[in-house]
């Protein structure tokens, strides 16, 4: 056997892991030793300088950075995370009365809160507020979800709730959780709650004044900043941001709270007697306009009246009725077209339209035959057809023109929310029969605070004075602010007037009024009994059922007037004989007008003996 043969036979040796590492790290002592040149280690040196020296720069400059340019996001994240700001709520300004007597107070309340970032045990803080709250097992698992919630800051656990309830709360001393004052709202009549209005659980009015005059009541909302450690407690800061609450102003309205409260209970209990929807009432100063009281109550439909629905007495418009003969009687005596002793041939019915496809009867308030009628008969026994033929001597051009100089067709400067302008269609628009109702209350439509406004123009010596219901606000300092009054005009002649006042006195003392009457003076106003529009757009319903409206507007003393008043009751019982102006409303400012002589010391005239005992032989006998 040869050598190489040999050779091939012998078993080869595994190349092993352990002889490739050893023959790399002897290569590496070798470059770095053996092979090692000045050159490549200078070549090294200023590499590995550069990369050292970027990076000191790169640092350097972000910490100028950090230090200038983005220092203000880090220390306002820094300042936010340690730092709880709180709204302070502004108190909200009391509403008075004319003197000074409070009608809606903030009432001091608690509401508790918690801060879930503060919380440290969600489950164990929601079970122990559960406990003192009474919840629910589906309220307690939701409540400790948002208690977990470390996104969120502020969670209400019991909103303006009472001293007691948050007392026990913040008798538990959970981390996290606290309270605040926080003013309710109270009224101090619950009558006044259609006029003063409401407010919502965060303060905000909602209704009547409360919602009119909200900017000034609210004031404005500061905050209390602090901040806290990282366990929560309180440190002493750098800067304090806080900032107080500004009170919002007192208001000082017209109205008179005594009386007020006693319209409230009068009119109250008419309307449940007529089994009425609703009742209206209104005072107001015959001079300045000023409203001393108003009363607006709705049937609920649990059979109880309250002021809930609303003031209707500026919100709903129904036609007026024989109220309305004031505007157009005086109107045909202030253009000299009739006076007092002019006399008209009044038949039983009217036929309007005669001969056109617009033909129309419109009967008299109360059967009788041809019969000569004085202006002064009309207006005593309230005679529809004398009212239109009085009506004609000045045509719908010019009896539209006295309408809306008596107020109509407009809000009233009070603009009070949600206030209506009521209906007055210019003339060319009184089509059909329109153009002869228009003269005695069909054909137009007035709100309480219309209607009462107009007829104090009587009262009034001939002008027009705007209702009025605020008089100033009060800043927290006790500045005093005063509204200006709204500018009046005139509307008739002082004699029209005067003429008017004659009239309308004897409708009290003879014609449609006489439980209007108040003993020992003589007291003036006008009756009105409306009949109420139905679904089918007729005044008759489907079944043939009427529904009224009765009003009385009128005025004490009748010559030397001081306040004027409103009485309106919509929907008394059809079938009662006491659906009438005269048995509805009447009655109700008499009592009315006998707590304004007994709290305000009205006196009439020395030679004011009241209504005659007879009946002057000019009316007539009474129909």
């Known amino acids: 056997m040869s050598i190489a043969a040999g050779s091939r036979g012998r078993r080869q040796e595994p190349v092993r892991a352990t002889d490739v590492a050893r023959a790399a790290a002897r290569q590496t002592v070798r470059t770095f030793t053996e092979d090692l040149k000045p050159g490549k280690i200078g070549h090294r040196l200023f590499y590995i300088r550069m990369v050292v020296s970027l990076l000191l720069a790169a640092m350097l400059l972000r910490t100028g950075y950090l230090q200038t340019v983005g220092s203000g996001q880090y220390r306002e994240a820094s300042v936010a995370q340690r730092t709880r700001v709180r709204t302070i709520i502004a108190e909200r300004g009391s509403i008075l009365d004319r003197n000074g007597l409070e009608l809606a107070i903030p009432v001091p309340l608690r509401t508790v809160f918690a801060d879930p970032r503060e919380v440290e045990d969600a489950i164990g803080t929601a079970r122990a507020i559960a406990a003192t709250l009474a919840l629910s097992p589906e309220d307690e698992v939701a409540l400790a979800e948002k208690l977990q919630d470390k996104t969120r800051s502020f969670l209400y656990i019991a ?98 709270r005594n009386i007020q409260f006693q319209v409230d209970g009068i009119l109250a209990q008419q309307i449940a007697r007529l089994q009425a929807r609703s009742g209206t009432a209104i005072v107001m100063d015959s001079a300045t306009g000023e409203i001393f009281a108003m009363s607006t109550l709705r049937l609920n439909e649990d059979g109880t009246y309250s002021a809930d629905s609303g003031n209707i007495a500026a919100v709903e418009a129904n036609e007026p009725g024989s109220v309305a003969k004031v505007f157009s009687i005086a109107a045909a005596i202030n253009e000299g077209k009739v006076d007092a002793s002019t006399s008209f041939k009044v038949p039983p019915v009217f036929i309007a339209n005669e001969g056109t496809k617009w033909q129309q009867p419109i009967k008299d308030a109360y059967p009788h035959g041809i019969e000569d009628m004085t202006v002064r008969k009309i207006i005593v026994d309230s005679s529809n057809v004398g009212t239109l033929m009085v ?42 029969a329109k153009k002869f109702t228009t003269s005695y209350g069909y054909g137009y439509s007035t709100t309480a605070l219309q209607l ?145 002589i007994n709290e305000l010391d009205i006196r009439p005239d020395a030679a004011d003996l009241g209504c005659p005992k007879e009946r002057p032989a000019e009316l007539g006998p009474k129909h």
Not at 399 to 409: A, E, I, N, V
């Open 452 to 596: 009462i406004a107009g007829v104090n123009v009587v009262a009034n010596n001939g002008n027009y004075v705007a209702p009025r219901l605020v008089t100033a606000t009060v800043t927290k300092d006790g500045l005093n602010e005063a509204i200006a009054p709204t500018e009046q005009h005139a509307v008739i002649t002082p004699e029209t007037a005067a003429i008017m006042r004659s009239l309308m006195s004897d409708v009290v003392c003879f014609g449609t009024a006489t439980l209007g009457k108040v003993p020992g003076m003589t007291v003036a106003g006008k009756t009105g009994t409306a009949y109420k529009r139905q679904e089918n757009g007729t005044y008759v319903a489907d079944d043939g059922s009427r529904s009224y409206f009765a009003s009385f507007v009128g005025f004490i003393p009748a010559q030397q007037p001081r306040f004027t008043v409103l009485v309106s009751i919509d929907e008394p019982n059809a079938d009662s004989m006491d659906r009438f102006g005269g048995t509805a409303a009447a009655p109700v400012f008499a009592n009315i007008a006998q707590v304004l």
């Open 391 to 432: 009506g004609q001597t000045i045509g719908p051009d010019k009896l539209h023109d006295y309408l809306k100089s008596f107020g109509f067709g407009a809000k009233t400067p009070i603009d009070f929310p949600g206030e209506t302008k009521g209906i007055l269609q210019s003339a060319d628009k009184w089509a059909g």
């Open 159 to 256: 909103r303006q709730t009472t001293q007691e309830i948050a007392d026990s709360l913040l008798a538990l001393e959970l981390p996290g959780v606290s309270a605040y004052n926080e003013a309710g709202r109270e009224l101090t009549s619950d009558g006044l709650r259609a006029l003063v209005g409401r407010t919502d659980p965060d303060g905000a009015g909602t209704a009547g004044l409360e919602m009119q005059f909200d900017m000034l009541l609210a004031g404005v909302n500061g905050r209390l900043v602090r901040e806290v450690s990282a366990k929560g407690q309180s440190i002493p800061a750098t800067q304090d941001n806080s900032v107080p609450a500004i009170p919002g102003k007192t208001l000082v309205t017209t109205i008179d």
